[in-house]
């Protein structure tokens, strides 16, 4: 199956485009949070011939500025039904993301085949304006401060009454934060599911990886995923120890 990948870090998309010439990468991908005042560092996006989008602003955007090609609807985008499906295909959508809220047998129903499964990847708990980094160090902006990495991003950890760690990046450029879920999705064992529902292709977001992580997995899914794999039982130990299955099996099952 066709294996693309997503990175927050633009520096880790590098090393996988140049490293794993065989994967796609997505070189150009909308911030969560798009306003107005946003535009202008947007322009250089409408330089590639293919972006990622996450709000119907930034398809609003592409059509005034009369962009002209691919555009990938992430899973933000509602895409949960037929008639979404219909309605982001009329609007000039090339390929959608499958909605990480349904079950593997809603997807079913809905159908992926011209949709992109996101097989591994930490799913976002909170897409917020509200800024973690000034709450957590006495109002001080990470901006102002130039606390901010590549990309603009900030990451902190965030530490509930259980003691779980939730990794939260900043996207100061952007001004909006997003906290992910202290465990990645994964669905590496569910290659004969996927089979079956048989996506367009699969994705791989990389959020809080390192660049050693991120081609160790890599790797992994290109060998579990490769001609002919999907479907056969004996699947490999993965490179990392917890994951969750997010909505793919429901509770019942």
Same mark, same amino acid.
């Given at each position: ?12 998309a ?35 011939g ?7 602003d ?9 962009y002209?090609?691919r555009?990938?609807? +992430? ?20 390929? +959608?993301t ?17 949709s ?34 590549? +990309? ?17 990046l ?6 909006y ?20 529902l048989a ?19 890599? +790797? ?34």
């Amino acid at each position: 199956m066709l294996l693309n990948v997503l990175c927050e870090d633009s520096r880790i998309a590098e090393e996988i485009r140049s490293l794993r010439p065989g994967v796609h990468v997505y070189g150009a991908v909308f911030p969560h949070v798009f306003r107005s005042a946003d535009a202008k560092k947007a322009e250089a996006l409408l330089q590639s011939g293919e972006v990622v989008i996450r709000t119907l602003d930034e398809l609003g955007f592409l059509k005034e500025r009369g962009y002209r090609g691919r555009i990938i609807a +992430d899973t933000y985008l509602y895409a949960w039904n037929k008639e979404a499906l219909s309605f982001l295909k009329e609007e000039g959508i090339a390929r +959608d993301t499958a909605p990480a809220e349904l079950t593997c047998h809603e997807l079913s129903e809905r159908g992926v085949k011209d949709s992109e499964l996101v097989v591994y990847g930490r799913l976002p708990m909170m897409v917020s304006a509200q800024c973690v980094y000034r709450n957590s160090h006495d109002d001080h902006c990470a901006r102002e401060e130039k606390k901010e990495e590549r +990309d603009g991003i900030v990451r902190v950890k965030l530490t509930d009454r259980k003691n779980t760690d939730f990794p939260c990046l900043c996207y100061c450029g952007f001004c909006y934060h997003v906290i992910y879920n202290s465990m990645p999705l994964s669905l590496h064992g569910e290659r004969e599911e996927i089979g079956r529902l048989a996506p367009a292709s699969l994705r791989l977001h990389f959020t809080t990886e390192s660049r050693e992580e991120a081609l160790r997995i890599t +790797d992994y899914f290109t060998e579990l995923f490769r001609e002919g794999g999907a479907g056969k039982k004996n699947v490999p130990d993965p490179p990392f120890r917890h994951y969750t299955k997010g909505h793919f099996r429901s509770p019942a099952e």
